[in-house]
């Protein structure tokens, strides 16, 4: 989840908030809200 990314890297939930939709743009992740986490999924080629 993004809460388990912000632990993991250490860094602000604003930082892995814009690199996650970042890279949702992009079309390499998916994002699925699971109530109040966002569950982020590799997308697959």
């Known amino acids: 989840t993004q809460v388990e990314i912000e632990k993991e890297l250490d860094i602000p939930k ?3 908030s814009r690199n996650v939709h970042s ?17 982020i999924r590799l997308k697959k080629p």
Do not use: D, Q, R
Not at 29 to 39: Q, R
């Open 23 to 39: 890279l949702e743009i992009k079309g390499l992740i998916e994002i699925e809200k699971i109530g109040m986490s966002n569950l």
């Open 14 to 16: 604003a930082a892995v």
